[in-house]
């Protein structure tokens, strides 16, 4: 029987990991992939939790997640492709059309 | 136990590979690993549906997306080739070190409050837990959640569109 | 039945709507219909309803229509209701039958105007206020009423915009009916924060108990209003709006500067008489200030040439009149005379339109003469009306004054004096602009062989308006008076204090005086201004300087320019060169560019780059962690 807590840590350490993706890859489609690791991270721990509290709402939230994770990625790579073919590149720091 | 740990190391082995690899390609396919990994640490909680879903959504929906785009895109040739050329660890490396000290930061921090907190024994009802079957999702999922569950798929159909609509070739 | 009171409401307030969105669309015919039928309506409402009230045993002749709760915080509520009553339902009568002439009139005499159909939204705009005012059942929403009609007035003497004496005229009606209002609305709050209710009903019972006769605070609220009523009433020393409103369209003046809005300062005192019984000290006051203004007024229009203004100074003296009234607690002779000034004012107004229709404009009475072979419909009602001014016996004026007169005189003697010789010069005037204009010869001949007698749709209201200038008088026949008993409900405190010593002799000997005095002034006006022609310019230089003085109307405006106008204005001045422009414009401007300077350097912090906000967003999570960990 392995505790919980672990589970916890491990969702803990996967998220960072996305989060230091995010932060230190330029490349647009790593990010996106690293934005997809944390998204993982999360649900691992709702099942987790799911699974201490035998609560099965929790298992429902990583679902709902998952849906609204297929439709950003549908989204986000669209918007990544069209970037591309604007900008003609994939460097995060090439965009920065929010300047003030 | 021994599974876990297994497991939990393909994880976050993947994991660190996606964010290292060179070549977007094989950051997709360590994705897919990581993915894979998640599925069977689900199976280890209990819920196998979810499990599936994993492999299905994730590993076959997603991932494919990311490599079709990659293909799409000229597969090999956009790598982070500018990360190298260019001199950012004088122009952002204080940025990357922050980043990483924070990460760091987090990771003892979640890990300190999980190792020592107690988590609340307090138990749901085993029946209708249902051991993560299909019958105990759907069962909830149809009646407590009705309306999120329509709303998600008037999502799906949204993100559909604008899929389209953003990846039209421009007129 | 008596529940449907508000379709009153609804009728001018359709009208108003209908007209004001799709005026021009629907074409002058239809708005000429509308508008008139519209307040026909509203008048067929008001007489079933007076039919009904008076068949009613004279105890339960007060009614109140709850519409709805017009609005509640903590413990000040205020219902919109209306209270029907003898009193508002006599005055919903005389606004809506007068009203409805005058529409009709109005249909040709604006007939040619550009802006027909605004003209007739604005007149159903005014009768739907005015019946607001009237036929509110609480000081507050007879307050949007009053501000109702006071804007409907605004608006209607501005109409021709383009001249600037009518914007004038009209700006300045509406600041001077402001400071009156001011007036209304503290007496509101005085009454609000002593009585706790501003329901009639409420406040007239409570009235007697928590404040009793010549409490402090009675006294402030009587006050207030007689200030609100000096302003809306144009008595004195708020008079001065009145003759420039004559800038308007003559059946402007007729309806809204002589029959009725001028009237609501008398109907709120007379609303309010429970209160005004507790103050005596303010009625006198409103006797006296409406006496001054009766004889004030009346000299006025003694020296005037042009035949609105004269009338328009008699209309001021007139209302003082119903102020005597008033004052002295005789509120049924009061309303009575508004009633019948309703009617033979409202007569003169529109006679004085039709021959200035006639004239193409021209209203010198110096310039007319021997109108009435050209004009014999306006003529003749223009005959009657002078005479019910004047109080020509048997006609209604002669009636509603005697009772005034008669009540002033057991009031006190130099009160009726001063009436009479006022009455005096009343009957003086009106007849002088009788012979002037219509009789005699005429004094230019270019301008009389063009006049004419005015279309029918213009001549029928005269007609009927002039029936009524000679049968409403005898609704108040000394001792057989259908109005006082008919009122008494409304008046129940007032009647016994001031006509329960009915004395029938005195009343008659007046009944005589006052008749022969009118019959003097007629007569005075025949010798001077049709016989002896040279009386006028003769007196004129015997009386020198006070000549003068009337001509000028007392420098009355000259003398407000001086203390009031050009201070304020001198004031204003300074405050928008030194203060507005010095400290506040400073202000404002320092504040927007402290801002602005705020912004550039925020402005930094935009740098684009989506990998710095990821991470302001890591460093935010991890501070909330730290956060959490630490409590």
Same mark, same amino acid.
Request: aromatic share 12%.
């Given at each position: 029987?392995?505790?919980?807590?672990?589970?916890?840590?491990?969702?803990?350490?996967?998220?960072?990991?996305?989060?230091?993706?995010?932060?230190?890859?330029?490349?647009? %489609?790593? $990010?996106? /992939? +690293? @934005?997809?690791?944390?998204?993982?991270?999360? =649900?691992?721990?709702?099942?987790? #939790?799911?699974?201490?509290?035998?609560?099965?709402?929790?298992?429902?939230?990583?679902?709902?997640?998952?849906?609204?994770?297929?439709?950003?990625?549908?989204?986000? %790579?669209? $918007?990544? /492709? +069209? @970037?591309?073919?604007?900008?003609?590149?994939? =460097?995060?720091?090439?965009?920065? #059309?929010?300047?003030? | 136990?021994?599974?876990?740990?297994?497991?939990?190391?393909?994880?976050?082995?993947?994991?660190?590979?996606?964010?290292?690899?060179?070549?977007?390609?094989?950051?997709?396919?360590?994705?897919?690993?990581?993915?894979?990994?998640?599925?069977?640490?689900?199976?280890?909680?209990?819920?196998?549906?979810?499990?599936?879903?994993?492999?299905?959504?994730?590993?076959?929906?997603?991932?494919?997306?990311?490599?079709?785009?990659?293909?799409?895109?000229?597969?090999?040739?956009?790598?982070?080739?500018?990360?190298?050329?260019?001199?950012?660890?004088?122009?952002?490396?204080?940025?990357?070190?922050?980043?990483?000290?924070?990460?760091?930061?987090?990771?003892?921090?979640?890990?300190?409050?999980?190792?020592?907190?107690?988590?609340?024994?307090?138990?749901?009802?085993?029946?209708?837990?249902?051991?993560?079957?299909?019958?105990?999702?759907?069962?909830?999922?149809?009646?407590?959640?009705?309306?999120?569950?329509?709303?998600?798929?008037?999502?799906?159909?949204?993100?559909?569109?604008?899929?389209?609509?953003?990846?039209?070739?421009?007129? | 039945?008596?529940?449907?009171?508000?379709?009153?409401?609804?009728?001018?307030?359709?009208?108003?709507?209908?007209?004001?969105?799709?005026?021009?669309?629907?074409?002058?015919?239809?708005?000429?219909?509308?508008?008139?039928?519209?307040?026909?309506?509203?008048?067929?409402?008001?007489?079933?309803?007076?039919?009904?009230?008076?068949?009613?045993?004279?105890?339960?002749?007060?009614?109140?229509?709850?519409?709805?709760?017009?609005?509640?915080?903590?413990?000040?509520?205020?219902?919109?209701?209306?209270?029907?009553?003898?009193?508002?339902?006599?005055?919903?009568?005389?606004?809506?039958?007068?009203?409805?002439?005058?529409?009709?009139?109005?249909?040709?005499?604006?007939?040619?105007?550009?802006?027909?159909?605004?003209?007739?939204?604005?007149?159903?705009?005014?009768?739907?206020?005015?019946?607001?005012?009237?036929?509110?059942?609480?000081?507050?929403?007879?307050?949007?009423?009053?501000?109702?009609?006071?804007?409907?007035?605004?608006?209607?003497?501005?109409?021709?915009?383009?001249?600037?004496?009518?914007?004038?005229?009209?700006?300045?009606?509406?600041?001077?009916?402001?400071?009156?209002?001011?007036?209304?609305?503290?007496?509101?709050?005085?009454?609000?924060?002593?009585?706790?209710?501003?329901?009639?009903?409420?406040?007239?019972?409570?009235?007697?108990?928590?404040?009793?006769?010549?409490?402090?605070?009675?006294?402030?609220?009587?006050?207030?209003?007689?200030?609100?009523?000096?302003?809306?009433?144009?008595?004195?020393?708020?008079?001065?709006?009145?003759?420039?409103?004559?800038?308007?369209?003559?059946?402007?003046?007729?309806?809204?500067?002589?029959?009725?809005?001028?009237?609501?300062?008398?109907?709120?005192?007379?609303?309010?008489?429970?209160?005004?019984?507790?103050?005596?000290?303010?009625?006198?006051?409103?006797?006296?200030?409406?006496?001054?203004?009766?004889?004030?007024?009346?000299?006025?229009?003694?020296?005037?040439?042009?035949?609105?203004?004269?009338?328009?100074?008699?209309?001021?003296?007139?209302?003082?009149?119903?102020?005597?009234?008033?004052?002295?607690?005789?509120?049924?002779?009061?309303?009575?005379?508004?009633?019948?000034?309703?009617?033979?004012?409202?007569?003169?107004?529109?006679?004085?339109?039709?021959?200035?229709?006639?004239?193409?404009?021209?209203?010198?009475?110096?310039?007319?003469?021997?109108?009435?072979?050209?004009?014999?419909?306006?003529?003749?009602?223009?005959?009657?009306?002078?005479?019910?001014?004047?109080?020509?016996?048997?006609?209604?004026?002669?009636?509603?004054?005697?009772?005034?007169?008669?009540?002033?005189?057991?009031?006190?003697?130099?009160?009726?004096?001063?009436?009479?010789?006022?009455?005096?010069?009343?009957?003086?005037?009106?007849?002088?602009?009788?012979?002037?204009?219509?009789?005699?010869?005429?004094?230019?001949?270019?301008?009389?062989?063009?006049?004419?007698?005015?279309?029918?749709?213009?001549?029928?209201?005269?007609?009927?308006?002039?029936?009524?200038?000679?049968?409403?008088?005898?609704?108040?026949?000394?001792?057989?008076?259908?109005?006082?008993?008919?009122?008494?409900?409304?008046?129940?405190?007032?009647?016994?204090?001031?006509?329960?010593?009915?004395?029938?002799?005195?009343?008659?000997?007046?009944?005589?005086?006052?008749?022969?005095?009118?019959?003097?002034?007629?007569?005075?006006?025949?010798?001077?201004?049709?016989?002896?022609?040279?009386?006028?310019?003769?007196?004129?230089?015997?009386?020198?300087?006070?000549?003068?003085?009337?001509?000028?109307?007392?420098?009355?405006?000259?003398?407000?320019?001086?203390?009031?106008?050009?201070?304020?204005?001198?004031?204003?001045?300074?405050?928008?060169?030194?203060?507005?422009?010095?400290?506040?414009?400073?202000?404002?401007?320092?504040?927007?560019?402290?801002?602005?300077?705020?912004?550039?350097?925020?402005?930094?912090?935009?740098?684009?780059?989506?990998?710095?906000?990821?991470?302001?967003?890591?460093?935010?999570?991890?501070?909330?962690?730290?956060?959490?960990?630490?409590?």
């Amino acid at each position: 029987m392995v505790p919980t807590s672990y589970f916890l840590v491990l969702s803990a350490v996967l998220f960072v990991i996305g989060a230091l993706g995010v932060l230190l890859r330029r490349n647009v %489609l790593i $990010i996106f /992939m +690293s @934005v997809e690791m944390m998204l993982n991270a999360v =649900n691992l721990t709702f099942a987790a #939790l799911a699974y201490h509290f035998l609560q099965i709402h929790g298992q429902i939230f990583v679902l709902m997640v998952m849906v609204v994770a297929a439709a950003e990625v549908a989204v986000g %790579l669209a $918007i990544v /492709m +069209s @970037v591309i073919r604007h900008k003609d590149t994939t =460097n995060i720091e090439d965009v920065n #059309l929010l300047k003030g | 136990m021994v599974l876990f740990v297994v497991f939990a190391l393909i994880a976050i082995v993947a994991a660190v590979g996606v964010i290292i690899s060179r070549r977007p390609i094989y950051s997709a396919l360590f994705l897919l690993l990581n993915f894979a990994s998640l599925a069977a640490l689900y199976i280890m909680l209990q819920a196998q549906f979810l499990a599936a879903v994993q492999v299905i959504v994730y590993g076959g929906a997603i991932v494919v997306l990311f490599l079709f785009v990659v293909m799409l895109l000229g597969g090999g040739e956009l790598n982070d080739i500018r990360d190298t050329n260019r001199p950012f660890l004088q122009r952002f490396g204080w940025q990357r070190f922050v980043a990483v000290g924070l990460g760091v930061l987090m990771v003892a921090g979640l890990g300190y409050g999980l190792v020592t907190g107690e988590l609340s024994a307090v138990q749901g009802d085993p029946a209708a837990f249902g051991q993560g079957s299909v019958q105990a999702i759907g069962s909830v999922l149809y009646t407590d959640y009705l309306l999120p569950f329509e709303l998600a798929s008037v999502l799906l159909l949204v993100g559909m569109i604008g899929a389209v609509v953003l990846a039209r070739p421009p007129e | 039945m008596l529940d449907y009171a508000w379709l009153m409401l609804v009728f001018p307030a359709l009208g108003a709507l209908i007209i004001s969105l799709f005026g021009t669309r629907l074409g002058r015919r239809v708005v000429g219909f509308l508008a008139p039928a519209m307040v026909f309506l509203s008048f067929a409402v008001a007489v079933a309803l007076a039919i009904q009230l008076f068949s009613l045993p004279h105890e339960e002749q007060s009614h109140s229509v709850l519409l709805w709760q017009w609005m509640a915080a903590g413990n000040f509520s205020v219902d919109a209701g209306l209270l029907i009553d003898p009193l508002s339902i006599v005055m919903a009568l005389v606004v809506t039958g007068v009203g409805f002439l005058i529409h009709v009139y109005s249909t040709g005499y604006m007939h040619d105007d550009p802006r027909f159909p605004r003209f007739f939204a604005y007149l159903n705009l005014f009768i739907l206020m005015m019946l607001t005012l009237v036929l509110a059942d609480n000081y507050l929403l007879m307050f949007v009423g009053w501000e109702g009609v006071g804007l409907a007035s605004y608006l209607l003497i501005g109409f021709w915009f383009e001249k600037p004496s009518a914007a004038d005229a009209g700006k300045k009606a509406f600041i001077v009916n402001r400071i009156g209002d001011f007036g209304l609305l503290l007496a509101i709050m005085v009454i609000w924060t002593g009585l706790g209710s501003l329901r009639f009903t409420e406040v007239f019972e409570a009235a007697p108990e928590v404040w009793g006769v010549g409490n402090i605070a009675v006294m402030t609220a009587t006050m207030l209003m007689l200030l609100a009523a000096t302003g809306k009433s144009a008595q004195i020393p708020l008079y001065v709006w009145l003759p420039d409103a004559m800038e308007g369209p003559t059946p402007v003046s007729a309806l809204i500067h002589a029959a009725t809005m001028v009237t609501a300062g008398v109907y709120m005192i007379a609303r309010s008489a429970p209160l005004f019984d507790l103050a005596p000290t303010t009625g006198n006051w409103v006797a006296w200030i409406g006496v001054a203004t009766a004889l004030i007024a009346g000299t006025i229009a003694l020296t005037q040439t042009d035949m609105k203004r004269i009338l328009a100074y008699s209309t001021v003296s007139q209302l003082g009149f119903m102020f005597v009234a008033v004052g002295v607690g005789a509120y049924a002779a009061g309303i009575f005379h508004l009633i019948t000034h309703a009617f033979f004012k409202a007569l003169l107004f529109l006679g004085a339109g039709s021959v200035m229709h006639g004239l193409h404009g021209e209203l010198d009475i110096r310039k007319m003469g021997n109108l009435r072979a050209k004009m014999p419909i306006t003529h003749w009602t223009f005959f009657i009306g002078a005479g019910a001014l004047a109080g020509v016996p048997l006609l209604s004026g002669f009636f509603s004054k005697d009772a005034i007169l008669y009540n002033a005189f057991n009031y006190s003697i130099p009160l009726w004096a001063i009436g009479a010789v006022t009455a005096f010069i009343t009957a003086v005037y009106s007849f002088r602009m009788v012979f002037m204009a219509f009789w005699g010869k005429e004094r230019d001949a270019k301008l009389w062989s063009h006049a004419h007698e005015s279309p029918r749709v213009m001549t029928i209201p005269l007609i009927l308006l002039a029936v009524g200038a000679l049968l409403t008088g005898y609704l108040g026949l000394p001792s057989l008076s259908l109005i006082d008993p008919a009122l008494e409900p409304a008046f129940e405190a007032a009647a016994g204090a001031s006509e329960g010593h009915a004395n029938l002799t005195l009343e008659l000997i007046l009944l005589v005086v006052s008749g022969l005095i009118a019959l003097a002034g007629v007569f005075l006006a025949y010798r001077a201004f049709l016989v002896n022609k040279d009386l006028p310019a003769r007196v004129r230089a015997a009386l020198g300087p006070v000549t003068k003085l009337v001509d000028n109307k007392y420098y009355v405006d000259e003398l407000y320019n001086m203390i009031i106008v050009n201070p304020l204005r001198s004031f204003g001045g300074w405050l928008a060169a030194t203060f507005d422009k010095g400290g506040i414009d400073g202000a404002v401007n320092g504040l927007a560019g402290v801002t602005g300077w705020l912004g550039t350097q925020v402005r930094r912090l935009q740098t684009g780059m989506v990998g710095l906000y990821a991470l302001a967003m890591l460093f935010g999570a991890v501070a909330l962690l730290a956060w959490l960990a630490i409590r």
